[in-house]
């Protein structure tokens, strides 16, 4: 079981390879999970957005739990975080039951969206996840939900017992600024670009689909900020900008699995619809980083 206490560092919500022919490709999954974990990450997230969990059926998501717990274990203990978030309380509950059997040691659980519950509705949810017995880690994430949280909603949120953190992708450093003022539980950025901003605000580390093409670095930037090298934590963030902005030009994962593929860290970067593959100008502005 994950604790708040472990959660600082370098999370990848790793992609989840699809063979050519659409089947699920655990092998290539294997192979990006310890590559990831030798690079010295703090934990792998899967079935995050970035993991297509949209598009993976049930007993694909759980296969892909029990991979991650298969490398993830093989290399010492590396957290294995599993998204299980819902607009339905009743799934989210059970769902996240299911992720803690199949070897999940916390659930990333998003604000439920497309309904737009009230913030005592989202309150609620929240508070059932803990009949799961899985640690939680809250994901706000209003431009994909449609709905934004108010900071008292965050702050009760925070204070129940089973949640551990917030990954925050709110797309400011507004809400990590005043948690981390109000000494809240950890928060991970969830938005790549503003990584170093946020931990200059007091994220304690980062949730990023960027990592997936270059963890090292990421983890470099931590480690250099946690020691106070925050020159030399800058500088290095801003040497990524670029690639990370590429791999936000077009719906995530879709750039990110072509490089990856390109690499051929994975062995195709098909996508499942209604994502599809990114256009020729993209391809050629990322292939300086093949
Ligand atoms: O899958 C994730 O977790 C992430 N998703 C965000 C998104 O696609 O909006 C980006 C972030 O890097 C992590």
Known sequence: ?????QLHGIFVPIV???????????ESFDQLARKLIGEGIAGLVVNGTTGESPTVEPDEWAALIAAARKAAQTAGWVPVIAGTGTNSTFST???????????????????PYYSRPSQLGI?????????????????????????ALELNTVRTILEMDHVIGLKDSTGSVKLVSELSRLGTKPVLCGDDELFYASLSCGAQGGMLAAANADARTLVQVYEYFAQGRTVEAKRLFDRLLPIVRLLFSEPNPAPLKWLLAQRQTIASGELRLPMSRIGLPLQEQLSSYV
Do not use: S, W
């Open 1 to 5: 079981m994950l604790t708040a206490e």
């Open 16 to 26: 989840t390879p699809f063979a050519c022919n659409g089947e699920l490709d655990l």
């Open 93 to 111: 509950v059970r769902k996240t039951e299911q992720a803690g059997l199949h070897g999940a040691d916390a659930a990333l659980v998003v604000v």
């Open 123 to 147: 309150i609620e949810h929240f508070r059932r996840t803990g009949d799961a017995g899985l640690p939680v880690i809250m994901y706000d994430i209003p431009h994909r939900t449609g709905v």
